[in-house]
């Protein structure tokens, strides 16, 4: 599917739209530049899910827990530069627990997403606050 936003408001509630879709062990992969709007749908994912959280960038803590049932965990890979680096993470135990994984630069984990059960959300610009967003489910 591919939607139009004209805002980081619009890219919300596309999102909330989506997450009532989403069940444990979904992968979120997010691809886009810096600035495309990844957050800002990961906000929205949580307010779909209906959970009371405080959605931000974990670019330096590399991840965040929003609970819920089945919990929804946001994770930044910029910084991920290896195998290594991902499994300190808790990525892979996260998915075993049945969560619903959102991961910011999924490009740098790549080789590491799961075949099934992996939705692919890329986001380009469009113009200054216009994103084109793109969802592939596999």
């Given at each position: 599917?591919?939607?139009?936003?004209?805002?980081?408001?619009?890219?919300?509630?596309?999102?909330?739209?989506?997450?009532?879709?989403?069940?444990?062990?979904?992968?979120?992969?997010?691809?886009?530049?810096?600035?495309?709007?990844?957050?800002?749908?990961?906000?929205?994912?949580?307010?779909?899910?209906?959970?009371?959280?405080?959605?931000?960038?974990?670019?330096?803590?590399?991840?965040?827990?929003?609970?819920?049932?089945?919990?929804?965990?946001?994770?930044?890979?910029?910084?991920v530069?290896?195998?290594?680096?991902?499994?300190?993470?808790?990525?892979?135990e996260?998915?075993?627990?049945?969560?619903?994984?959102?991961?910011?630069?999924?490009?740098n984990?790549?080789?590491?997403?799961?075949?099934?059960?992996?939705?692919?959300?890329?986001?380009?610009?469009?113009?200054?606050?216009?994103?084109?967003?793109?969802?592939?489910?596999?």
């Open positions: 599917m591919v939607y139009k936003s004209s805002s980081p408001q619009q890219t919300e509630e596309i999102a909330a739209q989506f997450a009532k879709s989403l069940k444990g062990g979904t992968v979120v992969a997010f691809f886009g530049g810096l600035g495309m709007g990844k957050t800002a749908f990961v906000r929205g994912m949580a307010k779909g899910l209906e959970l009371e959280a405080e959605v931000s960038s974990p670019t330096f803590a590399l991840v965040h827990e929003y609970g819920g049932t089945p919990a929804l965990v946001h994770f930044d890979m910029y910084r530069n290896g195998w290594e680096d991902l499994y300190s993470t808790g990525f892979f996260y998915i075993d627990a049945g969560c619903i994984l959102a991961v910011e630069w999924s490009e984990i790549e080789a590491a997403l799961p075949t099934e059960g992996t939705v692919r959300v890329t986001i380009t610009a469009q113009g200054e606050n216009a994103r084109c967003i793109t969802i592939e489910e596999e």
